[in-house]
Nanobody, 130 residues
Framework: QVQLVESGGALVQAGGSLRLSCAAS????????MGWYRQAPGRQRELVAI???????NAADSVKGRFTLDRDNAKNTVYLQMSRLKPEDTGVYYC????????????????????????WGQGTLVTVSS
C-alpha cells in the first residue's frame, strides 16, 4: 500500500507565495516520476510540474518562472514553491507519483516486488484572491 499525503494549500492574495509538500509512504521500492497536477473548478485536471529521478522537470508554460519543483529522494518527498500567484492558479492541487512497490527484508531494506503503480494524493486546495 502506497499513500501520498499533501499539505500547504491555503487562501492567499494575488502576488503572494505558497509552498506545497507531498510525502509518499508505504511499501515503496522506488519512485520514478513525482510532481503535481491541478484541477480548477469546471476544468480538467492539468499538469503543473513533474520531475523524474534524474532531476529533469516538465512544467506547464503557465507556471514557468513562477513555480519551482524540488524533490528529496531520500525522504520520498516533493515540494512545489509557488510565487507570484494569480487568481487563475486557483484549484485543487494533486500530488502524483509513479511508484514501484516493494517489500521489506529481514534487515529492513526494501526489495523489488512490483507492481508499478500510479498513485494520486487526495488533493489540497489553493485559492488565490484578486
Amino acid at each position: 500500500q502506497v499513500q501520498l499525503v499533501e499539505s500547504g494549500g491555503a487562501l492567499v492574495q494575488a502576488g503572494g507565495s505558497l509552498r506545497l509538500s507531498c510525502a509518499a509512504s508505504g511499501t515503496i521500492f522506488s519512485i520514478s516520476t513525482m510532481g503535481w497536477y491541478r484541477q480548477a473548478p469546471g476544468r480538467q485536471r492539468e499538469l503543473v510540474a513533474i520531475m523524474n529521478t534524474g532531476g529533469t522537470t516538465n512544467a506547464a508554460d503557465s507556471v514557468k518562472g513562477r513555480f519551482t519543483l524540488d524533490r528529496d529522494n531520500a525522504k520520498n518527498t516533493v515540494y512545489l514553491q509557488m510565487s507570484r500567484l494569480k487568481p487563475e492558479d486557483t484549484g485543487v492541487y494533486y500530488c502524483y507519483a509513479e511508484v514501484t512497490a516493494g517489500a521489506r527484508d529481514y534487515s529492513g531494506e526494501y526489495y523489488y516486488t512490483g507492481p508499478d503503480l500510479r498513485v494520486w494524493g487526495q488533493g489540497t486546495l489553493v485559492t488565490v484572491s484578486s
